[in-house]
């Protein structure tokens, strides 16, 4: 079975400083790997997604993601925040032998601060 | 633009009644999805359709059932609400596997669901 854990459940940091979202998966088969955010009172959106190829993976907003295959992570950085940035991120893992389930994260709410 | 409605941003319902919430999506996907998200637990699969009348029970069905009679809609219905179905419900689309798009699951803005 697979598993994502988000480690850090709060992350507040400073308007313009750089950011990083950690999430690790658990699975005994290849995945795909996905990095949505929810804003307030929203549903929730892409941010970016690794299927194949460049383990380096670059999203809306300025946001980009690594896929290290032996460490099993796939954190989510960006070199300097904005405030509109306050949201909820959610990393998420789909293995190739599953249908069409995404398992989720707890989610890391992510506070910029003035 | 991808567009997943859903039928209520907030309702509050009493212990017993059933309640059914719809979604509604605009862009021809097959697989339709109901989850449920409470603080600290991140989005739970509650049920997925992958095409009309078809459906497949996620990690949480108890206490839920489902349907899609036309490809654009799926209904998430509880028999009979209680107070732990409290939560914020949500809604999504994507297309099958191998088509254009792959991968990306849209989302409705949810309903959040009071049982009182």
């Known amino acids: 079975a697979q598993s994502v854990t988000q480690l850090d459940s709060q992350v507040p940091v400073f308007e313009e400083a750089p950011v990083e979202l950690r999430c690790n998966y658990s699975?005994?088969?290849?995945?795909?790997l996905f990095w949505y955010v929810q804003y307030p009172n929203q549903g929730l959106q892409l941010l970016l997604k690794?299927?194949?190829?460049?383990?380096l993976v670059k999203g809306i907003n300025g946001f980009e993601a690594e896929f290290n295959k032996s460490q099993t992570s796939f954190h989510l950085r960006k070199p300097s925040v904005h405030i509109s940035d306050t949201a909820e991120y959610f990393c998420?893992?789909?293995?190739?032998?599953?249908?069409?389930?995404?398992?989720f994260g707890s989610g890391t709410r992510l506070l910029v601060r003035p | 633009d991808v567009k997943v409605t859903q039928s209520s941003r907030y309702l509050v319902k009493r212990t017993g009644e059933k309640v059914f919430l719809e979604c509604v999506q605009d862009?021809?996907?097959?697989?339709m999805f109901w989850y449920r998200q409470d603080p600290g637990l991140g989005l739970r699969l509650i049920y997925f359709?992958?095409?009309?009348?078809?459906?497949e029970k996620g990690d949480i069905p108890e206490g839920y059932s489902v349907s899609r009679e036309k490809k654009e809609r799926f209904s998430l219905i509880l028999e009979s609400a209680s107070t732990n179905q409290t939560s914020m419900y949500l809604c999504?689309?994507?297309?099958?596997?191998?088509?254009?798009?792959?991968?990306?699951?849209?989302f409705g803005p949810g309903t959040r669901l009071l049982v009182l």
């Open positions: 999504a689309s994507s297309f099958s596997p191998g088509q254009a798009l792959q991968e990306t699951q849209y």
């Open positions: 699975s005994s088969v290849s995945v795909y």
């Open positions: 690794y299927l194949s190829g460049s383990t």
């Open positions: 998420a893992v789909r293995s190739l032998d599953s249908s069409y389930k995404l398992i």
């Open positions: 862009m021809d996907h097959e697989n």
């Open positions: 359709s992958y095409d009309v009348k078809m459906k």
